[in-house]
């Protein structure tokens, strides 16, 4: 079957909780998609959101942002899914997995159904484990099922090293990897200041205790998303940032460098599940993975993580 010609410009947003509302909000603001649906199971969700966002326009660039169905996503060419059950306070990411798998698999046939071209953009927790689910479902190549991943673990990453040492987060080169949860890692091994290693910077800041700082920041970033929930009952400003720029990434083809969760096939010894690692995004999608340097505790490290998922992926039933 010939591939169906998509519309670059436009996208669909199935989910419209938090997650899914904030992310369209950001998109509607970046001027990247001319068109926009959003799908919820409750469509008068759907279209109060459409409408809401849709005031702002005026302020913004022109796009159509409307409430639809399934049919309308025939010609997107990036289907993000936030859809899931909610994190509630006191749960893990991973505690959700049965709950969202299940909600996948009534999702991902209908993105099928009209759409086998587009690229899948996972959001949804556990996101590693469902965006497994999501490339199993639907049979896509796996470069065009990308999860969120820790793009926004690493920003907060980046935003925690920034404050810590008082430099501007854009010049910051560092990435936490594995799940986006409980078992992630911070690469501290590669992490560097516009190419100078992150413990020289840290001492020329007056840092010295390394082994204490690196556990206390990686801990924060860590806890981050349980110490918002914890205070405020959900997060999504971060994420709905970090959905626009995957998105920029892809509609733009810059090849970004972005730890987005994907399909492991033999890189750093691990295979059949998805996690984070660097890749390079376009608008094919995950290119390839960057070979990043791991000491053998990251190795070790990312090994546990993998196992970790592997073995809930094996509870999902999956």
Known sequence: MAKKKLDSRKCAMIGCGFVGSASVYALMQSGLFSDIVLIDANKDKAEGEALDISH???????????????SDISDASIVIITAGAAQKPG???????????GIFKSIIPEVVKYNKDCTLLIVANPVDVLTYAALKLSGFPKERVIGSGTVLDTARFKYLLGEHLDLDSRSIHAFIIGEHGDSEIAAWSSANVSGVPIHKVCEMRGFTDHDYETRRLAEQVKNAAY???DKKGATYYGIGMAIKRICEAIIRDERSILPVSTLMTGQFGLSDVCLSMPAIVGEKGVDTLLPIELDENEMAALKASADTLKAVI????L
């Open 227 to 229: 110490e918002i929930i």
């Open 56 to 70: 702002g326009i005026p302020f913004a660039k022109p796009v159509e942002i409307i409430a639809g169905d399934y």
């Open 314 to 317: 094996a509870d999902s039933g």
């Open 91 to 101: 749960e893990t990411r991973l505690d959700l997995v049965k709950k969202n798998v």
